[in-house]
């Protein structure tokens, strides 16, 4: 029995791991097992630290500041092409410059009588439509010409009347005369001949600026140009073209 209540005494030693371990050393391996239990909540409290600490460096894109939305759209301005308008100015109306002639009292008989057609019904008259007296309406200057040569014969100028009908206001006939109209000015040029010149090559020429001015055209400047009599004889050859000179 003995050996039993040894075996008790004994087992008393060696079982306090399961009944004295009840009354004395039960309580703290209780105290071990608590600490164990708030561990493990300390760790899962941990670990949602961690998923909390992860989800806000996701909401701020992972650099530690804060990423706004897209920035708001501003209103761009629009350039809408607008289609080119068409012009609506009048065309200048035409005149027939041969029927002005031929009843204009103040064009000399040799030109009226020579005006005779060069080919067909083509006239050997130049005409040009410009402002030159202020008026409302183009003025005309028209161009006379002899048919085998192109010389002109005769400038004149006329200036549209309110009635629809055309008033000479500039007249001059002489050989080798063509008159212009440069940015509302008359110009009348005059080629001069020598005695032997030909008339593919005058000697020179006069060019007058005339102004509309008080109802009437007054001389506002004069050039004379003299040309080279050498140029035009028809001797001599073209120079040979020569190499440019290298450096």
Not at 1 to 29: E, H, K, P
Not at 180 to 207: C, F, H, M, N
Request: proline share 6%; with cysteine.
């Amino acid at each position: 029995m003995r050996g039993l209540t040894g075996s008790g005494d004994g087992g008393d030693a060696n079982g306090g791991a399961v009944t004295g371990g009840g009354s004395g050393n039960g309580t703290g391996t209780r105290g071990r097992r608590f600490p164990a239990r708030w561990a493990a909540s300390s760790t899962a409290l941990a670990g949602l630290a961690v998923v909390g600490v992860f989800a806000v460096s996701c909401s701020t894109g992972g650099t530690g500041t804060r990423d706004e939305g897209p920035a708001g759209t501003q209103p761009v301005a629009r350039i809408t092409p607008t289609a080119s308008t068409p012009s609506r100015a009048k065309p200048t109306p035409r005149v027939d410059a041969v029927a002005l002639l031929k009843a204009d009292p103040k064009v000399g008989e040799r030109v009226r009588t020579d005006l005779k057609p060069c080919t067909g019904d083509e006239y050997p008259v130049d005409t040009s439509y410009g402002k030159l007296t202020g008026g409302s309406a183009a003025d005309v200057v028209v161009n006379v010409m002899t048919c085998g040569d192109s010389v002109g014969v005769g400038t004149y100028v006329y200036r549209h009347r309110d009635d629809g009908t055309y008033d000479n206001v500039f007249t001059t006939e002489q050989p080798a005369v063509y008159g212009t109209i440069d940015r509302g000015d008359l110009v009348v040029t005059t080629q001069v001949y020598g005695k032997k010149d030909s008339v593919a090559y005058p000697s020179g020429e006069e060019v007058i600026t005339y102004h509309w001015a008080n109802t009437r055209f007054s001389e506002q400047d004069r050039v004379h140009n003299d040309f080279n009599r050498a140029v035009g004889a028809g001797e001599g050859d073209f120079p040979q073209p020569t190499e440019p000179t290298k450096n």
